[in-house]
Nanobody
Framework: QVQLVESGGGLVQAGGSLRLSCAAS????????MGWYRQAPGKQREWVAD??????NYAGSVKGRFTISRDNAKNTVYLQMNSLKPEDTAVYYC?????????WGQGTQVTVSS
């Protein structure tokens, strides 16, 4: 099993920045990809970004504003979010894939005020 704990969410004004962290623990050997998803009220969960063996991918809506990174020594993945917009408001979830199985964190709330 893999446990994921997110932190760093909060309330920020439009144009501001936040950095989310996701710490992985448990059976972390063999984790390949890690990523971030988000779910806004009344909407489906959507993919935001992922990182696999150093290769990053981003959803079009966040490309150029968000940066995903991973510190393997700390078993932590980060999401640096700049130029935040009200439409970025959502619960952000961390995910990890290990041997084809996906694991999820409990989520952290990000609220961007206009």
């Amino acid at each position: 099993q893999v446990q994921l704990v997110e932190s760093g969410g909060g309330l920020v004004q439009a144009g501001g920045s936040l950095r989310l962290s996701c710490a992985a623990s448990g059976t972390i050997f063999g984790i390949s990809g890690m990523g971030w998803y988000r779910q806004a009220p009344g909407k489906q969960r959507e993919w935001v970004a992922d990182i696999t063996r150093g290769v990053t991918n981003y959803a079009g809506s966040v490309k150029g504003r968000f940066t995903i990174s991973r510190d393997n020594a700390k078993n932590t993945v980060y999401l640096q979010m700049n130029s935040l917009k009200p439409e970025d408001t959502a619960v952000y979830y961390c995910s990890a894939v290990r041997t084809g199985v996906s694991f999820w964190g409990q989520g952290t709330q990000v609220t961007v005020s206009s």
